[in-house]
């Protein structure tokens, strides 16, 4: 097969062009079949996906960003693709063939190559996990690399959990804890890295003589996150599960009559990960909470017209349409939230119940965010809400007016990766997380 370089589809930037000149002498270490498919992903996302986060790691730490072209090779080089030794021959064949192919950089145009293969999820994974770490180590190497050259700077890491499906417990765990830069996580791992996984790091600058609260607490907060989730993933049976969950959140009752058991542990793990966020938003949690199932033919969802609503909010109260959330009904559930998602009615990442009930928690911290920053969020719904751009994220947060699209935008902070938020959900989060 005859060498091609990539098409940078005429890129004209300075840190393109830089590549583009270390590209040619690279080359040859493209010609192994590994590399090329490592070469054509790079060529088609990550490595633009590595340069994005390097600058936004520079505007997180307040640093000027210059290119480092032999920075950016070495990731290229070293970090290789361990998950393409998991390809059988006939896949790594038509890969093969598929080669000097033109693709535009989307995933799309990448996946167009393999309608060959029978394998499809396959190389997604192999697509995003890929995208996700040229993203987290584009942080990462570009604030290293500025603590080199200024080793008076005392940069902090906090891990935010992307909510993604099937989540690690450790990862979950990590959710909100801070450590220096060149510290690991207490659950051992420097960054969050992983197939599928969607965590990220952000980074910060310590003003001098601050300290920051979650850097005193992050190992003892961990053996008890830890020691917690453990019992309710091991819970084998509703009962098992409130207790689990009493144990630590005495004032919310988990009242899961009918509720299918591995959905309400999902549900019962995100309701603790907002709740450990309430301090940082500034909400006082609620003295008391109930959360339980009624049959959709109660009198509870009786105002409701055409379909009937997953869950509803009252105070004091969130109520589960038990017509989806039995264990019956969760195929159906499941397949409902994929199509919502799917025609742009729910934004992206709503197709899994977790979402659900971060939207109504975030009913509840509307109704209890100060008027300041309430009147802050309001302009800029009311703004997107003039222009396509909200009805294009999501046609419900258009349609279902301010505390509906605010409820869609603060679920999507958690189940959103950053990268893929609209700049208007990005703003908000700064505006509920201010000072944190």
Known sequence: MAKQKPDWHNYVTPEQKAIE????????????????????????????????????????????????????????????????????????????????????????????????????????????????????????????????????????????????????????????????????????????????????VEYRELASGETDPNLESASTDYDYEAGFLDRINNANNVDNLQRAWTAKHPDIILDYENVDLEVGKKLAVEIDRVYKDLPKIGVKPDRRLIISSLPSTDKEFAYWTGSKPYMVTYPEHIVLNRGFFETKSIPNLLTTLRRDENTGFHPFGSSKPEFLISHELGHRIWYNIDNIRKSEIVNIIDKVSKSVELEDWGEYAKVGGTSEAFAEIFASIYHQNAQDQPSFVKDIALILFRGR
Request: contains cysteine; aromatic residues 12%; hydrophobic residues 30%.
């Open 21 to 200: 000149e270390l590209w040619e002498r690279n080359a040859g270490e493209a010609t192994k079949l590994n590399k090329s498919i490592w070469r054509t992903v790079w060529d088609q996302g990550a490595a633009e996906t590595y340069i994005k986060s390097q600058k936004s790691a520079a505007n997180m730490i307040k640093q000027p960003y210059t290119v480092n072209p032999k920075q950016v090779m070495d990731y290229y080089n070293k970090h290789g693709l361990e998950l393409v030794k998991t390809l059988t021959e006939t896949d790594k064949n038509t890969f093969k063939k598929a080669l000097g192919a033109y693709f535009d950089a989307d995933y799309k145009s990448f996946h167009s190559a393999f309608g060959g293969m029978t394998d499809d999820y396959k190389f997604k994974r192999i697509w995003d996990t890929e995208r996700h770490n040229a993203l987290t180590h584009g942080y990462d190497d570009f604030v290293g690399s500025q603590i080199k050259k200024n080793k008076s700077l005392r940069i902090i890491k906090t891990w935010h959990h992307s909510g993604n499906k099937n989540p690690r417990p450790h990862h979950i765990a990590m959710h909100g804890i801070s450590v220096m830069y060149d510290e690991d996580f207490p659950n051992g791992e420097n960054l969050p890295e992983g197939v599928n996984c969607g965590c990220w």
